[in-house]
T-cell receptor, first 114, second 116 residues
């Protein structure tokens, strides 16, 4: 069965500190992987995506993610967090031919301390 | 329009009443999706439209839920005889292509539905 797990429900970091949000997936082949961010009262915004090729992908707002097939992981990272990064982050996958339906993780809520 | 527009942004309704939620996707996007985001839950797929057709309605929780799309554009999600468990944020998204949307979805800001 396809699934996405985000083990951390809440994470708190200080402004300027580095950040890593974890995402593990279950899928029989290499899925298409995404990270979305949702600010309060807003819809979801695409941060970055991975389809194939280079396993380190760059996204918007200074985020990057690394695909590790051996660990079935797609962790999101940022070297230095800004207060405006406080939001909820969702990892998602699409897999299988003819697939259009995202499987979302339950999200990680990031709090940034000044 | 420039983005996906949803209305109303907030809706409070009494239990047992019917509600209609509207989604206006990005012009030219053939695929449209409805998701539900409940407190403490992830995003739950409800329905997928390709043009005016809905090849996948498998996520609709009950027969109280229905959706339509007209003119390959605006979609309406209707919930009849609302129950308290229907309280959630209903998100609409659209994409240029339905199958494996390579550029991801563009989401609207959602409608927060509260059933009292």
């Amino acid at each position: 069965a396809q699934s996405v797990t985000q083990p951390d429900i809440h994470i708190t970091v200080s402004e300027g500190a580095s950040l890593e949000l974890r995402c593990n997936y279950s899928y029989g082949a290499t899925p298409y992987l995404f990270w979305y961010v949702q600010s309060p009262g807003q819809g979801l915004q695409l941060l970055l995506k991975y389809f194939s090729g280079d396993t380190l992908v760059q996204g918007i707002k200074g985020f990057e993610a690394e695909f590790k097939r051996s660990q079935s992981s797609f962790n999101l990272r940022k070297p230095s967090v800004h207060w405006s990064d406080a939001a909820e982050y969702f990892c998602a996958l699409i897999g299988g031919s003819g697939t259009y339906k995202y499987i979302f993780g339950t999200g990680t809520r990031l709090k940034v301390l000044a | 329009g420039a983005g996906v527009s949803q209305s109303p942004s907030n809706k409070v309704t009494e239990k047992g009443k019917d509600v209609e939620l509207r989604c206006d996707p990005i012009s030219g996007h053939t695929a449209l999706y409805w998701y539900r985001q409940s407190l403490g839950q992830g995003l739950e797929f409800l329905i997928y439209f390709q043009g005016n057709s809905a090849p996948d309605k498998s996520g609709l929780p009950s027969d109280r839920f229905s959706a339509e799309r007209t003119g390959g554009s605006v979609s309406t999600l209707t919930i009849q005889r609302t129950q308290q468990e229907d309280s959630a944020v209903y998100l609409c998204a659209s994409s240029l292509q339905g199958v494996r949307p390579f550029n991801g979805y563009t989401f609207g800001s959602g409608t927060r539905l509260t059933v009292v």
